[in-house]
Structures are given as structure tokens and as C-alpha cells.
């Protein structure tokens, strides 16, 4: 480990079609071009030696850093205090827009604040995951990093005409750039990364960057002040929708699950996964965030992905349905996964992955988390069309000729099918959904067909999906396995937040699943998944939990426990998958399920405490 920042320790940039991790000491570590899920620029987070970096830190052996948000923004400060001096560097993305650009830029500026301050400044990319060697063509305007397969990122200076030519840029045999900065307090100087440049490096005026800077600002302040909430932890969730923002792909309204791939589950083991994707689940719980907080415009947009999705493979009768558990950010679904046997992994954790083998798995949960979002959608006022309509009723009737059937369910597990409770009640959330948006709409519908089908499966769990010897519902049929997924049963409707079997089986959970307000997914000894070693408590479910305990009406134990939950964020607000027994973050940073589920608790939570 003490060759890896911690997990926790990184601020996240982006520009809406990419992103970039930053550690606290100052070195992006992780930086995917032009795209979410295209190959890594920088990658040092999952391989210290091959993975590349750029690295900017003051010069002096012992220095104290601090790492925060320029408030209401996604510009990430990295404060640094020396005897000497004190400096900072100011990282942020210019935003692309709607349209899909090979042009990407990362702007880091260095200031000096007191004293006087050097700084070493690394650059250090690795092209298609290392796997292309690359030449550095030096000029006195800039550095241009040309790789084998003909992709560039451009070094351009931020400087002015009276200050020193860069003529100490050093090369070493890695074809990497290094130089070094000394700065008065009041002095800024820096550097704009560039991908897909359009012409030779320049040198960028003072004034230049401070176009891009206010333009930045303005634009992340404007999108925040459409939020409506107005609750108890407005901080904390408008951190939340920020970084949902953040992972968003702009030019089709997909959020991916997490900016990262291959972070572990477990040190040292091979739970490591590719999350650069959309899940359809995991957007479709966007809708409810987004529109909570009063985000329209990006709930319309996923919901026109998603009506795409539906629309591409109506009829079609394959193994894993008419839908894919998870998309590439354009709607692509090619996404074999691939070992990168040449990279170690973070702090030696492999295999690493990319692509996703789970992504043709049988998961029929997600037909009702998709027809939910968009009943949801409906409530506040944004229709489904009539092509939309059609396609979806092709998918209903797939449903309705095979929810009765195993599946690899919700957390994706490789340990073979089964028929997983979660499953089912999502399949009766869809059928209900339908009939309840047939009815509104006065669209044709199988009424009869659905309607049957919504009442079988509801019959099936209360049978089958109920255990009476723990007195709760369980994970899966034949098994007295509890499982943190089902906390969402009284969220959806299924059960009533006071009805007795429910209030058994939040109990039930409570004492197996809940340790010390933290819940685990369920019990891989008693449920094996498949894979080797264990993991950590999953920051989805202890969310979920807040949300079911307030449901019921366990107002101050639901308070006490997000309260609890915020101890365990970053210094940023930030939260990746999972929490270790130590208190640290692991798997992919951050996930956008948890920050989803964070915000829907918050709501929930507000609404209980106010009594509404």
C-alpha cells in the first residue's frame, strides 16, 4: 500500500464526457481519452510503473496538503504548506457540451499564495493502456506526446511573454517530460493538457485561462441553482448531484456506474470490475435523484437513452432479453471483457479488467427499475411517446413468458442462476408500472395478461420468497439466505412499511447484515457467488437501510445512521463502493449508485423528520 494513494484519498474532475482522478499530494493517476470508457491516458492508480501520470508537487521533501472544492463547482483545489511557502493547484475540465468531441483539455494552474514555492511537474501518459510506446517532441512553446497509433495529448504552457523560455523541460528514456516551476507569492503558471489537438502546442495567456476558469464556474454554479432542495444536508447532496453530473455522458444523458475500473472489492483479491458503463438499473434510480432535486433536462435525456435501448431490440428473444443489463455511453453493447496481464493492479489487486463479462447475464430486475423510472417520469410530468409505447410493450410480453425463471440477479453474482426474490418483485414492479401508465395514458395495453402475471409473481414470493424459519423474506427460493437488495421492497410498494412481515425481516436484516450501522450486500459464506475472498459493507445498501428505517417509521435510528454514513465519506463528499472493516473506501470511486441512493435517502429522511 504504500506505494498506492488510499482509495478515498482523490478529488474527481470532468468535462461531461470524461474524468479524471486527482490525489491529495497532487498527481492524476487517472484520465480516460476521449471517452468514459476509452482506454487510459493516465492509469498509475492500477499500475505505479506502467500506468502513467501527472504529477505536480512542491519541489520540498515535507509538506502538508489539503484538498477541497471551489464551493458549488467541480474545480478541485490541492493546497500545499511548506515552511517556505504555501501554493496551490487549481484542476478542472472545461465542459464539452451535447456533442460527441475527440477534443479534450485538462487545465492545471500553480499558484503561490505565501512565500515563495518550486514545484516538480511530471508528465507521463501511457497510450491504450500501455500497450503503444509514444515519442515527446519538445518545442519551445510546448510538448506534443505522439503514440504509435497515431493518438496525441499536447502539453501547452500557461505563461506570458516576459517570463523565461520552458528551455530546462527534461526528457528521460520513458519519453517523459519533466520541468520545474518556481513561483513569488501572487504568481500563477501552469499548463493545459490537450487531446485531439487541432494544431502544433501554443503558449496560453494568463487571460486565456482565466476565460476558461470563469467560464467553469459560471457553468457549474448556473446547473447548480436549478437544485430544489432545500433540506437538512444541502451540502452533502449537492456534492452528490454534482459528481452524478460529473459521470454523466453529455451527448446521450448515460451515467456510468463509476469513472474507474479494476479498483477492488478486497486487497489482494479478484473482485475487480470494469464500472466505466451504463447499467440500466443504475440509471434508471438517476430519474428519482434527478428529479428530486429538480434536474428536468437530465432526467428527459436518460430517459430518451433509455427509450433508444427499448426501441433497438423490441422483439427480440435472446437468452439475457430484450434489453442488456449495461450499455457502452453510446448505446454500443460490445464490451468483452479483456485481462490486462502486463498491469498489476492496484496495490497488486488482479486481475485487471476491462469490459465486463457480467453484461449478457440474465437480470430481471431490470424491466422493472426501467418501468419505474419512467412511471416515475410521468408523475412529474414527462410522457412516454408512442413509439416508445410500442417498444414496450414488446418487452412486456417477453416478460410475461419469462419472469418465472432463474437468473444471475442483481449483484451479478457467477455462481450460476437462481431465482432470486429481488428479481421477481422488480418483475411485479414492471407489470404494475405498465398498467398503472396504460391506464393514465389510455394506450393499448394486455391488461388481462399483466394484470395476471402482476398477481402470480406477487403470490409466488409471499410463497416461495418467504422464509418462516428466519420470519423474513430471503434471497433467494430455498434458502434461508438474507440479502439487502430486498430493502427495497416497501420503497416500490410490495409490502407496506408497517406490515408485520416486513417489519420481521428489517429486523432480520438488522442483525445479520447491519454491522455498527454499515450493511453488507449478504453472507458470500452462505450464498456462494462464485468468487474467491470476501468484501467489504456496500454504501448502496446502508443508504437503502436509512430509507427503509425511515419508511417504517424508525425516524431517529434512520437519522442516526446517515449522520454515521457522512463520517465515512472522503474529505470531499465523495464515497466509492464499498467500506472496509478499517473504515477505508474500496472497489470503483466514486460509484453514482451510492451517491443516487445517498440522495433518495435524504429525501426520505427530510420527509420523515418533517412529518410529511
Not at 130 to 159: I, K
Request: some cysteine.
Amino acid at each position: 500500500m504504500q506505494d498506492y494513494p488510499l482509495i478515498e484519498n482523490h478529488g474527481l474532475l470532468g468535462d461531461l464526457q470524461t474524468a479524471a482522478l486527482v490525489t491529495t499530494d497532487g498527481t492524476v493517476d487517472w484520465l480516460c481519452l476521449p471517452r468514459f470508457d476509452s482506454p487510459r491516458v493516465f492509469g498509475a492508480l492500477l499500475d505505479k510503473d506502467k500506468g502513467g501520470h501527472c504529477t505536480v508537487r512542491p519541489r520540498s521533501g515535507s509538506y502538508a496538503t489539503k484538498q477541497m472544492y471551489l464551493p458549488d463547482t467541480a474545480i478541485l483545489v490541492t493546497r500545499f504548506m511548506t515552511e517556505a511557502g504555501a501554493g496551490e493547484v487549481l484542476d478542472f475540465m472545461p465542459v464539452t457540451g451535447t456533442t460527441a468531441t475527440p477534443r479534450h483539455r485538462l487545465v492545471r494552474m500553480v499558484r503561490c499564495v505565501r512565500g515563495t514555492m518550486t514545484f516538480d511537474i511530471e508528465v507521463a501518459p501511457r497510450f491504450d493502456y500501455g500497450r503503444h510506446d509514444h515519442r515527446l517532441h519538445l518545442s519551445e512553446h510546448g510538448a506534443v506526446f505522439a503514440a504509435d497509433d497515431g493518438t496525441r495529448l499536447t502539453v501547452h504552457p500557461v505563461r506570458e511573454p516576459e517570463d523565461d523560455r520552458l528551455l530546462d523541460l527534461l526528457l528521460d528514456r520513458q519519453q517523459d517530460l519533466h520541468f520545474t516551476l518556481t513561483l513569488q507569492a501572487g504568481q500563477q503558471r501552469g499548463l493545459v493538457l490537450e487531446w485531439g489537438a487541432e494544431g502544433p502546442p501554443r503558449e496560453v495567456r494568463l487571460s486565456e485561462y482565466q476565460g476558461m476558469f470563469e467560464q467553469s464556474v459560471g457553468f457549474w454554479r448556473a446547473w447548480l441553482a436549478q437544485s430544489q432542495y432545500s433540506g437538512r444536508w444541502r451540502e452533502t447532496v449537492e456534492r452528490s448531484a454534482i459528481t452524478l453530473k460529473l459521470m454523466t455522458y453529455a451527448p446521450s444523458g448515460a451515467l456510468v456506474a463509476a469513472p474507474t475500473a479494476a479498483l477492488p472489492e478486497q486487497l489482494g483479491g479478484e473482485r475487480n470490475w470494469d464500472y466505466r458503463f451504463t447499467w440500466i438499473r443504475d440509471a434508471s434510480f438517476s430519474v428519482y435523484a434527478l428529479l428530486g432535486l429538480g434536474f428536468t433536462e437530465e432526467a428527459k435525456r436518460f430517459l430518451v437513452w433509455l427509450a433508444a435501448r427499448v426501441k433497438e431490440r423490441a422483439g427480440s428473444d435472446g437468452d439475457s432479453g430484450p434489453l442488456n443489463i449495461m450499455y457502452r455511453v453510446d448505446g454500443s453493447s460490445d464490451l468483452e471483457e479483456q485481462l490486462l496481464d502486463h498491469w498489476e493492479g492496484y496495490a497488486g489487486s488482479s486481475p485487471v479488467r476491462i469490459g465486463n463479462g457480467a453484461a449478457t447475464q440474465l437480470q430481471l430486475d431490470i424491466y422493472g427499475e426501467a418501468l419505474d423510472s419512467m412511471y416515475f417520469a410521468h408523475r412529474h410530468g414527462i410522457r412516454l411517446g408512442h413509439h416508445g409505447w410500442t417498444s414496450l410493450l414488446t418487452d412486456l410480453d417477453w416478460l410475461a413468458d419469462h419472469w418465472d425463471q432463474a437468473g444471475e440477479g442483481l449483484w451479478e453474482t457467477r455462481g450460476g442462476r437462481k431465482h432470486f426474490t429481488y428479481g421477481r418483485v422488480m418483475s411485479w414492479v414492471a407489470f404494475d408500472r405498465a398498467l398503472r401508465l396504460a391506464e393514465a395514458n389510455g394506450r393499448p395495453a394486455a391488461a388481462a395478461r399483466w394484470l395476471a402475471a402482476r398477481d402470480d409473481i406477487y403470490r409466488q414470493v409471499l410463497s416461495r420468497g418467504w422464509s418462516g424459519n428466519r420470519q423474513a423474506f430471503v434471497q433467494h427460493y430455498g434458502s434461508d439466505v438474507l440479502d439487502s437488495s430486498l430493502l427495497r421492497m416497501a420503497t416500490v410498494g410490495f409490502v407496506t412499511p408497517d406490515d408485520p412481515m416486513w417489519i420481521s425481516t428489517l429486523d432480520a436484516m438488522e442483525e445479520e447484515l447491519v454491522s455498527d450501522s454499515l450493511v453488507y450486500r449478504y453472507d458470500p459464506g452462505a450464498s456462494p457467488d462464485g468468487l474467491r475472498g470476501s468484501e467489504g459493507t456496500f454504501s448502496l445498501c446502508t443508504f437503502m437501510y436509512v430509507d427503509a428505517l425511515a419508511r417504517a417509521g424508525r425516524t431517529d435510528k434512520a437519522r442516526l445512521v446517515f449522520e454515521k454514513m457522512m463520517g465515512y465519506a472522503n474529505h470531499l463528499g465523495l464515497y466509492s463502493e464499498e467500506i472496509d472493516p478499517t473504515g477505508r473506501q474500496l472497489g470503483n470511486f466514486p460509484q453514482a449508485f451510492t451517491h443516487l441512493a445517498l440522495i433518495d435517502a435524504a429525501i426520505t429522511l427530510d420527509t420523515a423528520i418533517d412529518g410529511r
